[in-house]
């Protein structure tokens, strides 16, 4: 007989577990779900959240399996956010319950804001009042409304108190519409006018957001250019179709301007979503999002797994920044997964950047992406003047670190009354600290790396994991006392040089370790910028998107620190740091310098950075890469295999290399120590298997996993592909 009900009982469930296919759940009697709806579901001894999938949960009985324990109040996830996660799934060779995860960040959004209505039902009687009842009663007038911790607070009382009331049917429970957490933006509030080549870039990207459908656009052009500008456009156009917008951009908890400019033109700040969002604004901004009572929302990558409604167009800001690369749990690079997320739900997809990726640009260039280009700054900002220091011929006074032609330019600087920038990338005072007497160094327990001298904090901490320890005064190998050195500079070091150069000027130190965190750091930048500081000594927090009107010299301390390690990928990003720290200089009218501190003048990011020619710079690489067969004209992917015994986890890795399969197109290289190799007590090894643009890197990699022996022990093997150095 033909079963007639289109109610399906039993439902594949995507549980944060490690395994490849869901788990398959019975639907309690009278209820039904959709795929995407949220659910609680008993998994193990626990209770957990998942994603009910597509698809069957099998021929299975569902009397002989457990049941959904209770479906949210919330709009289940659309479709395309379905194969998203799958997509993803198959993409990273991650267990589909694990992708799934991160759309559940904001659990308590699950369930809708409980409220309680004042209404007094039932009057109560006398014998059960209580002078604590009293207080409450008096508070919750017929209409106002309360949350139950609050009106707790308000009374003074405990909330079992009104859970009594409650219970004797005084008060009813209501739900009542969540409190906005911004305003609709609205497109015509401050339009713009646009130069003619930021009106042709605003154009174009109107009319692929107008058209609809799926496409990608790099615009690629100078900082300062308008690109912002620009590309609002297109964000006004996605609104103009009621449609949603995600932003994504790096350090957005700090991009605070960014806000400010969206406000100007919008009337509204958009939502935002990055990890220092208080959990319960992240719970309102989770469900109005998928309610689609948020319009816009700017990002950091988790934003990507927001539960949009009706998502229409996604842009990366900043689209070379690496850490849009996420590289634990599930290994991806957020700006790929937008144009993935873009093609699925049938969008538009932006990429700005003044220093685009290689990929991108090469993307542009083979018109798989369109390019739009804005050559030059607004209005009468011009590009900083920018030369090299070479080190060589004016080395730093003894003991320190800047050359004299940088001191000299810091102060004429100060006697123009404009503001310096001198950017270092590396925190605390310095990577390294040995004793004189016998050579000690002083390395984490846990990592392999130097510990770094924090001298206004008394400390050498791991900038791996953390760890901290006081700064001894011994040496711990031989014991002489007071003979510890510090070797090298970071940007403490770098602020005690300029105050015994500049005593009078006003500097400060601005790093990701400042005592204060993210608040602190937000208004010391609005104190820059309002020229509240003469001299900022910073690191790469610095060189990102913020807008100092008055700084009109930007000093790089070394600028050949990234080049260093063996990475294919070094010079692209050096030069992409570099444009971006040096185009902090001059964002207004006056003129201005950067300078460059290198021990080589001739290599090819400093001759790019100084004549202002990307373009040979990014053709010479752009070459290289394709003559090696490396990214975007190759493929690749890391293995890494780690375990707390060093043994252990080569032993696993050299079983992996063994177990891969025969293929002409594909290579294993490997295992060598991984670029970090050892991290929180657990020693990492790498295989990198590259193969042609091509290639099936996932089903080799899965083949390999698949004939390999199980990981035991501590022993774990992470996937990365397209892993960020190779
Ligand atoms: P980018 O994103 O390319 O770095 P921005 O969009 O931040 O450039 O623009 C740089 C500066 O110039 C900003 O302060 C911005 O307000 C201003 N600006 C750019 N274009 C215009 C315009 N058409 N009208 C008014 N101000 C503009
Ligand atoms: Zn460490």
Sequence with gaps: ???????????????????????????????????????????GPREVAGIVGRGTGGDVDPAKLRSISAIFDCPPLGDDALRFIEWIAAYTLTPPGLVARMFLRAPAALDPEPLIEGIVRTELRPDRMTAARHRVLELAEPGAAWTRPGLARAAGVSSTVIDGLKAQGV????????????????????????????SAAARTMRERVEAGGFSVTLIDGVTGSGKTE???????????KGRQVLILLPEIALTHAFLERFQDRFGTKPAEWHSDVAPRMRERVWRQVAERSVKVVAGARSALFLPFADLGLIVVDEEHDPSYKQEERVCYNARDMAVVRGHIGGFPVILASATPSL????????????????????ADASLPELATIDMRKAPPVRGGFLSPLLIEAVAKTLDRGEQALLFLNRRGYAPLTLCRVCGHRFQCPDCSSWLVEHRFRGQIVCHQCGHAEPRPEACPSCGALDHLVACGPGVERIAEEVVAHFPDARSIVLSSDLLGGVRRLRLELEAIAKGEADIVIGTQLVAKGHNFPNMTLVGVVDADLGLANGD?????????????????AGRTGKKSRGLLQTYQPEHPVMRAIVSGDAEAFYERETAERERAGLPPFGRLAGIIVSAVSRGE?????????????????????????????????????????????????????RAMLAAAPRPRGSVRVQVDIDPQSF
């Design 1 to 43: 007989m033909k079963q007639d009900s289109p109610v399906r009982r039993v439902v594949p469930v995507l549980v944060p577990v490690p395994t490849e296919t869901p788990y398959s759940y019975a639907v309690p009697d009278g209820e039904s779900v959709r795929p995407g709806a949220i659910v609680r579901v008993p998994l």
């Design 171 to 198: 008060f009813e429970d209501v739900l009542l519409p969540p409190r906005p957490v911004v305003a609709e933006p609205d497109t015509g509030f401050a339009v713009p006018e646009l130069t003619p080549d930021q």
């Design 568 to 584: 294919p990928r070094a010079a692209e990003r050096t030069f992409q740091l570099l444009s971006q720290v040096t185009g902090r």
């Design 230 to 240: 620009a590309y609002f456009e297109a964000v006004a156009a996605a609104l103009d």
């Design 649 to 701: 986890a080569e032993g696993h890795a050299r079983a992996l290399r063994r177990a891969a399969p025969a293929n002409a197109d594909i290579q294993v290289l490997g295992p060598a120590e991984a670029p970090l190799a050892l991290i929180g007590g657990r020693y990492r090894f790498r295989l990198l298997v590259h193969g042609g643009k091509r290639a099936d890197l996932q089903s080799f990699a």
């Design 359 to 378: 990929e991108s640009r090469v993307n542009a260039l083979q018109d798989r992406y369109g390019r739009v280009l804005l050559p030059a700054r607004f």
